[in-house]
């Protein structure tokens, strides 16, 4: 024990680092940063769509209204003096223009603003849907006819799109819609207090409009869409996924059959969803000849899609209820099926209906499988008036009126598109939320 | 208005089976505890079940016999009235379809101008092509009618009308009776005894039952539906053009090119570079998350992460036609004016601006499935790998990552089978040129889209260029499906190694 062990350097201190630990330490380093680079992409790429979204849509919620005081002649508007409802409908949209014309010539001379326009480009800067919204005004309130009203009336999508700053004097060069005098007129009565941008609450109420007129469009209608496909997968996707996951969770035998449906189940979930709208088309409306269109065939489509979802989330909760809740109700008498409808349902509803909302959402979302059965391409114009109207009529539903509006020419569509993406998430949101909160206010851990 | 008259008395009679059956549940109850002379105790199975049993015996085989009897009759009365049709009465270029479907529009037709008074009921069976203008006839209570009504057609008319009514006191008939039997053996049944329970309880599992096979069934549903068009497709326009040409260009004059080859590279191309920016930020986020991350950061940077799941394509459709597409333009297109001042790039549609999208949509899906297969990965290896003095990233790099693959490229599958499927992205971001180019600035076109585009508008499901959908959705759910149960089976069969 004499020998004492030969001291030298060691190659590596506590102290100072080797070239190589250095290395190392730096690939560890870098190896970090990678990571945290990848998630604030993720980040940054979340950021950027979602003030995309806000920058570009929030303008949607504004529009850009004239102000002016109408004179509702009675020798125009009602030349019997009766003030009866039909013979005042006989007058056209046509009927309105000359009284809109006079009101607007009326305003420029009290604003004391010196133009060459002639009437016609003056009425001009008003919407082509202006007339109609008067004509609806006046047949609403026909004790009016003959005095003199203020009526805030819809510019046109250019005045819109030169007050929100889309349209400049150097864009319209070659726009034959507006002209630059027109907009010095514009400036003209935004100093007067006449011409203002102010919440459009049409645009979340009022139906879609053609292609001349983006001002009018609206969301309203295909919001009514949605809401009748989202019943129809409601009523349908629910009572179908709890049922199959009760007998796939609680009553199945382990056999080949049931194999067979659970890989089915799992396999239908990732299933493209145009897919689903070429079986939505080839069965629900060319062999059982359901209507094109209607929010019932797009409610059937989504709820073959929404199933393999619910069920999932739903066998998860039937799962999570412990197998001594079962054996209680057994000890006591109950059957297997009362066990089941009795004890395991209601402990997994909480579990069940926050699968069902997130399903929900998802389908609410969806619009390849809407495309295919033609739940696009046309103006979804009047509201429906009644529930087997709402199913059977055509309509629209949210994301394929979106897509609608991003395929039209005009840009001003576009502003409105993503407007309507803020409405559709507001609604995703709320769904989601509510998801989150009924989990944490029932969940239970066992 | 015709078809209002066929459907009202159904539905009075599907109420009419309805309001049976809830008098059949109170009667039934009553007399089970009748038999129990009041005390339910002595009763086999609970009351209500007795009530149960005895509403299922009255509605389900009336109303399962009620649909059957409403899909054969229409099938019934038209056999035996084309045998009344003369061969002769088949114009040149008609068939017996056609004057079939002329027979039932005047059927109709009469039944309406019934309605309408113009005709009594007696002379609606009665009249004859001798003395009355049937056409003129009709007019007046509003039924236009196409061509003059021959003497043959007014009788098989006649004969159809009478038929569709005989028919009808039939259904009503045996619909009810069913109904009664029902009921009245149930009451019969129902004795102290008697178990209930057990009947209603076996019924509802059959329920259930059919419930699951639903599932079943619409995987058949989209098989058939579009393995038969496929296979009218492939009746009118060659199979070898289909997989093996080099041309997508249909002409809705006929003798199109369809192949689907150009739409297959264009899906995979924009696929790939959809991976290319989702598998790298997904998997070094999901690696970040699970391996270094503390519970705070993962609290947050999770959910924010799988927010981008849970946005509609439409979203990402529209933020790339209308966002990253005007971008990639001015980054690559423009010339002088552009931010790289070169002029590569000329439409905001592109593989690239499809792509970028679809691979953002993407990472969540990679992050969170992988994050999953690396937190399975047991934690043993790890400290294994840490006594040998390995530093974190070589624990990560030679030890979970090895260990975590089959399941990482199990989800990279499944994402790809995403990829392929996704719709709404590539129909606003990709383009509609078919083209088999390398270049990922150009605008190139894909499967799902052209489904979209051959499917909406005017489509005439006799022509190969519509009819030619349905031969790219069969592709397209053989190809995603493929990948997802080659995915599966990894994904499971890594799985149970560490369990």
Known sequence: MTDMPNHTTPHNSLLKQDARTVKRNRAETRFKAYGIAAISAGMLMLLILLSTIIGRGTGAFQQTFLTLDVQLLEAKLDKNGNRDLEEIKKVSTFGYAPLMAAAMEAKVAQAGIVTDLKPKELEDILSKDAAAKLRDFVLENTDLIGTSVEFRFLTNSRVDGYVKGRVTRESIANDKNINVAQLDLVDALRADGALEKRFNLAFITGADASDARPEAAGMGVSMIGSLFMMLVVLALALPIGVAASIYLEEFAPKNWITDIIEVNISNLAAVPSIVFGILGLAVFINYMHLPNSAPLVGGLVLTLMTLPTIIISTRASLKSVPPSIRDAALGVGASKMQSVFHHVLPLAAPGILTGTIIGLAQALGETAPLLLIGMVGFIASNPPDGIASGLMDPNSAMPAQIYEWAKRADPAFYERAWGGIIILLVFLVTMNAIAVMLRRRFERRW | ?499
């Open chain 2, 1 to 499: 208005m015709g078809n209002f008259l066929n459907v009202a008395p159904t539905t009075l009679l599907v109420i009419v089976v309805l309001i049976l059956t809830a008098l059949a549940f109170f009667m039934a109850r009553n007399r089970a505890m009748a038999a129990a002379s009041g005390d339910a105790r002595k009763l086999h199975s609970l009351p209500n079940y007795y009530g149960y049993n005895a509403a299922m015996m009255t509605a389900i085989p009336a109303l399962f016999v009620l649909a059957i009897w409403l899909f054969v009759q229409p099938m019934l009365i038209q056999n035996s009235v084309i045998s009344l049709i003369p061969q002769a009465a088949v114009s040149e270029g008609s068939s017996v379809n056609l004057v079939m479907s002329d027979v039932r529009r005047v059927a109709n037709g009469l039944t309406t101008a019934v309605d309408a008074g113009a005709l009594t009921a007696d002379a609606a069976r009665d009249i004859s092509t001798a003395n009355t203008d049937i056409r003129s006839l009709l007019a007046e209570s509003g039924v236009a009618l196409g061509s003059e009504v021959t003497a043959e057609v007014l009788n098989a008319a006649q004969r159809y009308r009478s038929m569709q009514a005989t028919g009808q006191w039939l259904m009503t008939a045996a619909i009810c009776a069913i109904s009664l039997i029902g009921l009245f053996i149930a009451m019969r049944a129902t004795t102290a005894t008697f178990r209930a329970r057990n009947l209603v309880e076996r019924f509802m599992l059959a329920l259930l039952m059919i419930a699951a096979s639903l599932a079943i069934l619409t995987t058949v549903g989209i098989v058939f539906s579009m393995l038969f068009e496929s296979i009218n497709f492939f009746s009118l326009h060659p199979w070898q053009d289909f997989f093996l040409g080099d041309k997508w260009s249909p002409n809705f004059r006929g003798d199109s090119d369809l192949s689907i080859l150009p739409l297959l590279w264009g899906t995979i191309y924009i696929s790939i570079i959809a991976l290319l920016v989702a598998v790298p930020i997904g998997l070094f986020a999901a690696i970040y998350l699970s391996e270094y991350a503390n519970s705070k950061v993962r609290a947050v940077a999770k959910p924010l992460l799988e927010i981008l799941a849970g946005i509609p394509t439409i979203v990402y459709g529209l933020f790339a036609l209308l966002t990253v597409g005007p971008f990639l333009v001015d980054l690559f297109g423009r010339g002088e004016n552009g931010i790289l001042g070169v002029d590569w790039m000329s439409g905001a549609t592109s593989v690239l601006t499809a792509g970028l999208v679809m691979g953002i949509m993407l990472i969540p899906f990679v992050s969170s499935l992988s994050d999953d297969i690396i937190n399975a990965v047991p934690q043993s290896m790890r400290d294994g790998s840490f006594g040998l003095g390995a530093t974190h990233s070589e624990t990560i790099r030679q030890v979970v990552i090895p260990a975590a693959l089959p399941g990482i490229v199990g989800a990279i599958l499944l994402a790809a089978s995403r990829a392929i499927g996704e719709t709404m992205i590539v129909v606003l971001g990709a383009g509609a040129i078919a083209r088999i180019s390398a270049n990922p600035l150009e605008a190139m076109t894909t499967i799902t889209t052209r489904i979209v585009s051959q499917l909406t508008g005017d489509t005439d499901f006799a022509s190969p260029e519509t009819l030619v959908a349905f031969a790219l959705g069969l592709t397209l759910f053989v190809l995603t499906l493929g990948l997802n149960v080659v995915a599966l089976y990894i994904v499971r069969k890594y799985r149970e190694q560490y369990e």
